[in-house]
Nanobody, 124 residues
């Protein structure tokens, strides 16, 4: 049984930084493409960032490129999202997602496993 557990969310001010973590268990993490999505209240869930199984390839949504960095530590079965220069519009529940057997995707329908989400709130 695959489990993804996010942590690191919270309430910070605009311009601050946060680092989210997603710990995976139940399957060989180093074979999984991983991604972060987010969902703001009243909006659809949207893609934020993705990383290949090796960590050698990453991809970002335009709204976060240059501010967010996705990374992974396969020895710790963990993927991270470093978020800098946070803005109020970054406020959302952030989810990590995993897929095996394919490269990463920006489409949520292509991910098989999801975490429960962690709330990130940015005050102005």
């Amino acid at each position: 049984q695959v489990q993804l557990v996010e942590s690191g969310g919270g309430l910070v001010q605009a311009g601050d930084s946060l680092r989210l973590s997603c710990a995976a268990s139940g399957r060989t993490f180093s074979n999984a493409a991983m991604a972060w999505f987010r969902q703001a209240t009243g909006k659809e869930r949207e893609f934020v960032a993705a990383i290949s199984w090796s960590g050698g390839s990453t991809y970002y949504a335009g709204s976060v490129k240059g501010r967010f960095t996705i990374s992974r530590d396969n020895a710790k079965n963990t993927v991270y999202l470093q978020m800098n220069s946070l803005k109020p519009e970054d406020t959302a529940v952030y989810y990590c997602a995993a897929r095996w057997g394919s490269s990463y995707s920006t489409q949520e329908k292509n991910y098989d496993y999801w975490g429960q989400g962690t709330q990130v709130t940015i005050s102005s």
